[in-house]
């Protein structure tokens, strides 16, 4: 089945403890993004990744790092999480990074930072 | 850069009535246009795209959007909803100018979807 997949689902940790969001994908999509989803906001974008080795920042990239060294992954990297990065974050893979192909989205990971 | 708004932040229909949900996007030439939806719990599933061509698209679900050009705007719309429809609703644009996909989908706020018995 094609999908992707995000680990954790649910996170709790406090301010300051690294942590890594997991982003796979089975698809062999070039095209794979982060964004976070908060109340009133709608989904806003992190960072993207236009193929392995090539990441860019979204809107709202401060606070996060990512890396694409194999196709189908793209983590999301909190080195020092704080409170307000407390969202509900989505990963996304589309076949390309033209718009052209539909995106598809990981279930989210509901992260707290305490 | 794009901005897409959708207007209503909540939507109260009762089951078996129409329905429309209301998306303008703020964009100098033609872009992508996509209508997402997210059920409690889940990830976002794509409903229907605008690329080019008619005007009236058709998606899964039983939903349909309209692209009109001259107001900007990419209006969802289903003629009976279901309480299944019960959601939150997103509008979303790429650029296709700026880099394309590069900019990534731009999303409106979202519009939750109340159905009432």
């Known amino acids: 089945e094609a999908q992707v997949t995000q680990n954790p689902r649910y996170l709790i940790t406090v301010t300051g403890k690294k942590l890594t969001v997991t982003c796979s994908q089975n698809m062999n999509h070039e095209y794979m993004s982060w964004y976070r989803q908060d109340p009133g906001l709608g989904l806003r974008q992190i960072y993207y990744?236009?193929?392995?080795?090539?990441?860019d920042k979204g809107d709202v990239p401060e606070g996060y790092k990512v890396s694409r060294k194999e196709k189908r992954n793209f983590p999301l990297i909190l080195e020092s999480p704080s409170p307000n990065q407390t969202s509900l974050y989505f990963c996304?893979?589309?076949?390309?990074?033209?718009?052209?192909?539909?995106?598809?989205f990981g279930q989210g990971t509901r992260l707290t930072v305490v | 850069a794009q901005s897409v708004t959708q207007p209503d932040i909540h939507i109260t229909v009762s089951e078996g009535a129409s329905l429309e949900l209301r998306c303008n996007y703020s964009?100098?030439?033609?872009?992508?246009l996509f209508w997402y939806v997210q059920s409690p719990g889940q990830g976002l599933q794509l409903l229907l795209k605008y690329f080019s061509g008619d005007t009236l698209v058709q998606g899964i679900k039983g939903f349909e959007a309209e692209f009109k050009r001259s107001q900007s705007s990419f209006n969802l719309r289903k003629p009976s909803v279901h309480w299944s429809d019960a959601a939150e609703y997103f509008c979303?644009?790429?650029?296709?100018?700026?880099?394309?996909?590069?900019?990534?989908?731009?999303f409106g706020k979202g519009t939750h979807l109340i159905i009432q018995p």
């Open positions: 979303a644009v790429v650029d296709m100018y700026s880099g394309g996909g590069a900019d990534g989908l731009t």
């Open positions: 996304a893979s589309a076949l390309s990074g033209t718009g052209a192909t539909e995106a598809f």
């Open positions: 990744s236009m193929n392995v080795e090539a990441t």
């Open positions: 964009y100098g030439a033609t872009p992508y």
